[in-house]
């Protein structure tokens, strides 16, 4: 119709990843026809000024030829930080103008295609577009858990989708289905397809094909293991590769980890007689997974691990989840869901390759994800509890018991908790005061002890 508004979507990428996951949505036909589609990259690094953006990734050219044009957020709110900044209320029609001037966008009805909702970029940019519709995606395990945050119904009652990889076949998100979100699948063989084309793309230096291949997180950086622990951690995963009897090991760090855990790794490696080789830690795992066809993929609880079974049929173990299912703080910290698919659906690389107990079918995956969600935001998903109170009645096994903190049960009056006549303890006065005693005397005999 002449003189009406053409549509333009705005598609926000802050990592490489999240960008094969749209490409792949579009090449699916996921979306309808638009007048323009734009990229707008965030680069989200605590200091983005010294880690290049995903737009200067190796085989971001081929993502590129999916888009009309690539727009940065950094450079649209410089000198802000995208991801510690959203608009005042009050300065979102002025933001809104500033956009629409600065991208060339006039009067186009607009679109957006986020990532993390719940967090800022996606959600200042959310707000200054507060007529249009919103499609989210997902490439990793945290769209099985529940929203982290509450949403402003404002926002999430505009999400029309959830689009999001089939990582684990038959598991049903939980992803901001208080909205009543509509989950739909990217398909793998699309997602695969684009990937290759990025593997293709990525040099990578020389190492050797069919090796055990471990994954770095850099997890004491989000403070939930000391860089000692992690340290250990990554030892931990060589010694259970090469009791595997793997010989060949290949090591990819998380980008910004330090260098001197490689060297650690190659200490050990050298005391255990294991050919290691430690890979520059900017590519892609699924670029690793195409071109080397690793004989085992090991690590702790990457979304990788995942992908390696789901998409590329590759055996991959796991370890160290039992020190982060206990570690995690507080217990609605969002790694706990990836962190408990990871433990229920892979082998612990300590065991043999065919032992350990089977891992749980979709319904009884399904059911422990509605009690572990309820459990983590019982305000946000009180739908859940009844699914809770079924599974921890029925389910609760020494196995798994590790998905749930007794205080956190109790707190809830789950199954599982303290029992009813113990449960009083914790909120009896007297109780309360007599603890506080002990532990006064306790200090002041440590004190004296220590003259």
């Known amino acids: ?56 990734a190796p085989g971001f050219d081929r993502l590129r030829t999916r888009f009309d044009d690539v727009l940065s957020w950094n450079d649209a709110i410089s000198p802000l930080h995208p991801g510690g900044w959203s608009p005042r209320p009050d300065d979102v029609p002025l933001w809104e103008r500033h956009l629409r001037l600065l991208w060339d966008l006039g009067t186009d009805d607009v679109s957006l295609v986020l990532e993390s909702l719940q967090v800022d970029p996606a959600l200042a940019i959310a707000r200054i577009f507060p007529d249009a519709p919103l499609d989210v995606y997902a490439d990793g395990l945290m769209s099985y858990g529940p929203t982290r945050d509450k949403l402003d119904p404002l926002v999430g009652t505009r999400v029309r989708r959830l689009l999001h990889l089939d990582l684990v076949p038959g598991l049903r998100p939980l992803l901001l289905r208080e909205f009543g979100v509509r989950p739909e699948i990217v398909p793998g063989d699309v997602v695969t397809k684009v990937l290759a084309e990025l593997a293709d793309a990525t040099p990578l230096p020389p190492a050797p094909e069919g090796a055990a291949l471990l994954l770095g997180q850099y997890l004491s950086a989000l403070g939930i293991l000391t860089p000692e622990e992690e340290e250990r951690l990554h030892v931990r995963m060589l010694r259970g590769a090469a009791g595997r009897g793997h010989r060949d090991v290949v090591f990819k760090p998380h980008p ?27 590519a892609l795992a699924e670029a690793l997974f195409q071109r080397l066809r690793p004989a085992l993929v090991a690590g702790c609880f990457s979304t990788a691990l995942v992908t390696a079974r789901a998409f590329y049929g590759l055996p991959a173990a796991r370890t160290g989840t039992d ?129």
């Open 1 to 56: 119709m002449p003189g009406h508004p053409r549509t333009a979507q705005i598609f926000l990428a802050s990592t490489l990843y999240g960008a094969a996951t749209l490409a792949a949505a579009l090449d699916a036909g996921l979306f309808p026809t638009a007048g323009r589609r734009l990229l707008l990259v965030a680069n989200n690094a605590a200091v983005p000024e010294t880690s290049p953006g995903l737009d200067r």
């Open 256 to 282: 910004t980890a330090p260098a001197r855990w490689s060297r650690l790794l190659e200490d050990e490696a050298g005391r255990l007689g294991v050919h290691l080789t430690v890979l520059d830690g900017t």
């Open 323 to 451: 020190l982060l299912l206990d570690r995690l703080s507080p217990y609605e910290n969002s790694n706990r869901v990836p962190v408990t698919i990871v433990d229920a659906l892979l082998p612990a690389l300590e065991e043999a390759a065919d032992g350990g107990a089977a891992p749980p079918d979709a319904s009884e995956l399904n059911a422990l994800l509605s009690a572990v969600g309820y459990a983590m935001q019982p305000r946000l998903r009180p739908d859940l509890r009844p699914a809770a109170e079924r599974y921890l009645a029925h389910q609760l096994t020494a196995r798994t018991r590790r998905y749930f903190k007794r205080r956190r049960l109790t707190a809830l009056a789950l199954p599982g908790g303290l029992p009813a006549r113990l449960a009083f303890l914790p909120r009896n006065s007297a109780v309360r005061r007599l603890a506080r005693r002990a532990r006064a005397v306790r200090r002041r005999l440590h004190g004296k002890g220590r003259k």
